[in-house]
């Protein structure tokens, strides 16, 4: 069995600044981690590899140096690494990019596809659906929970806004993961010491049969208005309590505010 | 000449940091307030590959480098010194031991267990009548056929009643002097070899620290460690190489008690501004982190001499002086600088410093490396 997983470098948005005027990122001195829901993707991909022995490719697109998450993927016990990176790709939204990851995906082989839910640069959400769209493939999102049943076949707990869904899914099909629902296992030592002496494959527009219209800045409809860091809350603090114990707690605190 | 960490040892700091946080950092006051060992947690470092960082793979360990282990003492230490301890003591003075001084049967049989964290390690060379004087040794091993008979008291041993292994320091000659003592591997399950009393410490508290007892305890003569008369050579080379990992352990403890420092004086408003605002905090944490940065380098530069095969005797006794001393002093100003908060258990840093101490005492006292620097500088 082969399954590909999906993963983003993104900057630790936790640190991240925007610059005003282009309405970009600013990515100098930002630390890049792989994207959360990614790794929680990346977990479930090598939670199944431990069930029935699948084969874990992971593929990202990016600029060279988003190579290092898939060492970090490889630390993690991924047996395979694509790097997708050319200025074709530059400028990319998330159609552009899900053309180009579909693309590559028609030449590696899989029987399921694996992406985080979102990267937490774009909150979009868009990529992993496009890209099962342009694959023609069923594709389930939210997924927080899967259990494999043998062959290709899953039972998977898609989370709603409202409670969840538990679907029996037939691969392959394209699978959106939360963190939440995956704890991501860390990297193992001797994994990090073999991650740089294993082989990425750099990957071009040459190694995969997409439209050079639709890849990059030129294939991609989507312009940003406005770009913005979210602000950011103190902590808070968190009380468990009954509803009446509750009231009287309210009531204190906005008294010593002098809200009320 | 390159002063970055490789990509490797990048990633792997990345790794065992969020590991520290996440898993070590959360249970660090607990572990402190019931001396507890952190049995769960050394499991999980074994399985990730921690406890044999420098092990070659051929004997089932990562087959990393030492820089790697000092990042990792130092991040573990940073939020618990009582996990860099068990990491370093296991790994410099037992594993690495043996990796050193062992015959290739004596490799294959005890290194991958203790590289997988299966098996933990310690050793064993101070006696109630020998500390720094190490040449004192009353610990007797006696030759009886293919065995030794080992007979004597060990103190203050680190992991001890943990661990599964030990690297033992005993007198086979006693009108040799230095050169009759040798070293043995000794397994805890040896009949005559038991646990004696278990310190209740100031600091490190969740380590175990205690008394080995050998009562006419048989060890077969394959278990030798290097050659017979050569234990004393075996044992100061691998304390040479067990204070590179304290360094990283005092390091840590001061990084992690500047971190708790930095983060407070942001919050902490007296006279109508943070304490980060007063150039008298600002002065003294400036001071305190040129000498962290140093320790930093020191340690690493003795790890990496161990690492390219060099001579680092005297280097890692300057790591690992200078770095204890700073954590002592850093710990020091951070209770001040926490005020009667930082006195109470409430906050890290009052843990903190009662950890340090001992960095100032273990595998040398200050006092002895300030003994093999100057033995250094006078040799020539």
């Not at chain 1, 082989?199 to 940003?224: C, F, H, M, R, Y």
């Not at chain 2, 031991?97 to 267990?113: M, V």
């Not at chain 2, 790890?303 to 690992?320: I, L, R």
């Not at chain 2, 710990?331 to 340090?356: C, I, L, N, S, W």
Request: aromatic share 8%; proline share 4%.
């Amino acid at each position: 069995m082969n399954i590909v997983v999906c993963v983003k470098q993104v900057p630790d948005t936790t640190v991240v600044k925007i610059d005003p005027v282009k309405n970009t990122l600013i990515r100098e001195g930002v630390p890049s981690i792989m994207n959360p829901d990614d790794k929680g993707g990346l977990e479930l991909a090598l939670q199944l590899k431990e069930k029935c022995g699948a084969n874990v490719t992971v593929i990202t697109m990016g600029p060279p140096q988003a190579d290092l998450v898939l060492r970090e993927a490889f630390a993690m016990g991924a047996d395979r690494a694509i790097l997708l990176t050319s200025r074709a790709f530059a400028g990319a939204d998330t159609l552009a990019t899900s053309n180009a990851l579909a693309g590559a995906m028609r030449a590696i082989p899989y029987d399921l596809i694996i992406t985080g839910r979102q990267a937490i640069d774009g909150d979009t959400a868009q990529v992993g659906p496009e890209m099962a769209e342009h694959l023609h493939l069923p594709q389930v999102s939210y997924v927080v929970d899967c259990e494999y049943k043998g062959g290709n076949n899953y039972r998977v707990k898609k989370e709603t806004e409202d409670g969840y869904e538990i679907l029996d899914v037939e691969g392959p099909a394209v699978f959106t993961v939360l963190a939440s629902g995956y704890k991501a296992r860390y990297m193992n030592v001797r994994g990090i010491v073999e991650a740089f002496e294993r082989e990425v494959e750099v990957w071009t527009e040459q190694n995969i049969d997409v439209d050079a219209s639709k890849l990059g800045l030129k294939g991609s409809p989507t312009k940003v208005k406005q770009a913005f860091p979210k602000q950011t809350k103190a902590a808070g603090q968190v009380y468990e309590l009954e509803p009446e114990q509750a009231v009287d707690v309210i009531i204190t605190k906005m008294k010593e505010k002098f809200i009320i | 000449m390159d002063f970055e960490l490789t990509k490797s040892q990048k990633l792997f700091q990345q790794m065992i940091r969020e590991f520290a946080e996440k898993e070590v950092k959360p249970i660090a006051a607990e572990v402190d307030e019931e001396e507890k060992f952190p049995t769960e947690n050394v499991k999980k470092l074994g399985k990730l590959g921690v406890m044999g960082i420098p092990t070659p793979k051929n004997y089932g360990g990562a087959g990393g480098d030492h820089v790697m282990y000092t990042i990792a003492v130092e991040e573990l230490s940073r939020v618990c010194a009582t996990t860099g301890v068990i990491v370093s003591a296991h790994t410099s003075l037992c594993e690495d031991a043996i990796l050193d001084n062992g015959t290739e049967e004596q490799k294959q049989k005890y290194l991958p267990k203790l590289a997988s964290g299966e098996w933990i390690g310690a050793f064993g060379l101070t006696e109630p009548n020998a500390g720094t004087d190490a040449s004192a040794q009353q610990t007797m091993a006696v030759e009886d056929g293919d065995d030794y008979i080992l007979n004597g008291t060990k103190i203050f041993i680190t992991n001890a009643g943990e661990a599964d292994v030990y690297v033992i320091a005993t007198m086979t000659d006693k009108s040799k002097g230095n050169k009759g003592i040798t070293t043995f591997i000794v397994e805890a399950t040896t009949p005559g070899f038991s646990i004696g009393k278990k310190e209740h410490k100031m600091g490190i508290r969740g380590s175990a620290t205690c008394e080995l007892i050998f009562e006419n305890c048989r060890v077969p003569k394959a278990n030798m460690l290097g050659k017979l008369g050569g234990g004393f050579a075996v044992a100061m080379k691998t304390l040479d190489g067990g204070r590179i990992g304290i360094a990283a352990q005092a390091l840590g403890i001061a990084q992690g008690a500047m971190d708790e420092t930095v983060k407070y004086c942001k919050e902490r408003k007296q006279f109508g501004k943070s304490l980060s605002q007063f150039q008298n905090t600002q002065f003294q944490l400036a001071d305190l982190q040129t000498k962290i940065e140093a320790a930093r380098y020191l340690v690493r530069a003795a790890a990496w001499k161990k690492d390219q095969g060099m001579p680092f005797s005297a280097d890692a006794a300057m790591a690992k002086l200078f770095a204890a001393e700073t954590a002592m002093e850093m710990t020091t100003k951070a209770v001040q600088f926490h005020g009667g908060y930082g006195y109470t258990r409430e906050y890290p840093v009052e843990r903190m410093m009662r950890d340090a101490k001992i960095t100032e005492i273990y595998e040398g006292t200050s006092e002895v490396q300030r003994m093999v620097i100057a033995g250094k500088l006078f040799k020539k």
